[in-house]
């Protein structure tokens, strides 16, 4: 069992930007594909972003591309999801996810989950 811990959510204005952490605390978990997923009320859980375990390669979804970046610190378990020109569509809850098949993009093949962090974008 992986625990993920995401961190930095908040309330920010249109236009605004937000970095949310997650990291694996007490477990190695350096070789596995990270990534990031939303879901906001009363919608399914979306992908947004995915790293691969060396960080040389990443995706994300059409809505967030040129907006979002996503990085990882191998040495703390760690990726990060820096989210530029925030919209108001962009209010979820994030979610941090982990496991070989993340890269598939695909909500119900991820293995571990994190609990969310809320991002809220005014307008």
């Known amino acids: 069992q992986v625990q993920l811990v995401e961190s930095g959510g908040g309330l920010v204005q249109a236009g605004g930007s937000l970095r949310l952490s997650c990291e694996a605390p007490g477990r190695t978990s350096s070789r596995y594909t990270m990534g990031w997923f939303r879901q906001a009320p009363g919608k399914e859980r979306e992908f947004v972003a995915v790293?691969?375990?060396?960080?040389?390669?990443?995706r994300f979804a059409d809505s967030v591309k040129g907006r979002f970046t996503i990085s990882r610190n191998g040495a703390k378990n760690a990726v990060y999801l820096q989210m530029n020109s925030l919209k108001p569509e962009d209010t979820a809850v994030y979610y941090c996810a982990a496991g070989p098949t993340v890269w598939d993009a695909e909500p119900e093949r991820v293995l571990y989950w994190g609990r969310g962090t809320q991002v809220t974008v005014s307008s």
């Open positions: 790293i691969n375990w060396s960080g040389g390669n990443t």
